[in-house]
């Protein structure tokens, strides 16, 4: 009766891991374990860069679009302090306005420097002698600070075609302000230079002068 429990007992049981097993598994998996935890940060990085690139990309077409309806010898209006600089909200929905009435309640996630450049030619545009402003001749200090001239192969304004350069801010910076001034010494300083994005379009005239004329 002893010998036939003894021998249940035995056959019961099972094998097992030993300490030295466990502990090179623990090892094992926490190695996987640190290395996805180290991607996590970059993937996170990745999903953001990616949903910012969506946006900036409507903003810089819904900028593009207006300033494409507008008349065209008032395009460089957009160069002035009142209209260079757009305020948009984490959804790219333009802010501008709303915030100037009321800044403590919109937060402005993206921020758009507006650049309609001229060259130091005297050619008017359409030819009419206005519409110039305070059109600038040098692009921005991140774009090296050059003539527009030098930029643009033509070395001429056209009538018929415009450079528009738009840059996009996304990054959140401590700045109450909504002053055209106080945004171009953001833009300009080399520290945000990194979340800074340029984008740059032409655009041209969409009726004929001379249709338009009757001439």
Do not use: C
Not at 107 to 130: C, D, F, H, L, W
Request: net charge negative; aromatic share 8%.
């Amino acid at each position: 009766m002893n010998k036939r429990s003894t021998f249940k007992r035995k056959k019961g049981l099972r094998e097992a891991f030993t300490l030295i097993e466990v502990t090179l598994a623990v090892g094992i998996a926490s190695i996987a374990l640190v290395a996805l935890m180290g991607m996590l940060p970059q993937g996170i990085r990745t999903l953001k860069r990616a949903g910012d690139l969506a946006i900036e990309a409507r903003i810089h077409q819904q900028i593009i679009s207006e300033i494409s309806l507008t008349d065209w010898d008032k395009r460089f209006e957009y160069n002035s302090n009142e209209n260079r600089i757009r305020f948009f909200d984490d959804q790219g929905i333009d802010i501008s306005e709303l915030i100037k009435d009321d800044p403590d309640r919109y937060t402005m996630n993206y921020v758009a420097r507006i650049i309609v450049p001229r060259s130091s030619k005297t050619e008017q545009p359409g030819g009419g002698g206005s519409g110039f402003g305070s059109a600038p001749t040098q692009l921005p200090k991140r774009m090296g600070g050059t003539s527009y001239s030098t930029f643009d192969a033509t070395d001429k304004d056209q009538d018929e075609l415009q450079l528009v350069i738009v840059e996009i801010l996304s990054s959140f910076i401590d700045e109450e302000s909504t002053d055209a001034g106080s945004w171009d010494a953001h833009f300009d300083d080399e520290v945000n230079w990194r979340n800074i994005h340029t984008y740059q379009a032409r655009i041209t005239r969409l009726i004929d002068r001379a249709m338009a004329t009757g001439t």
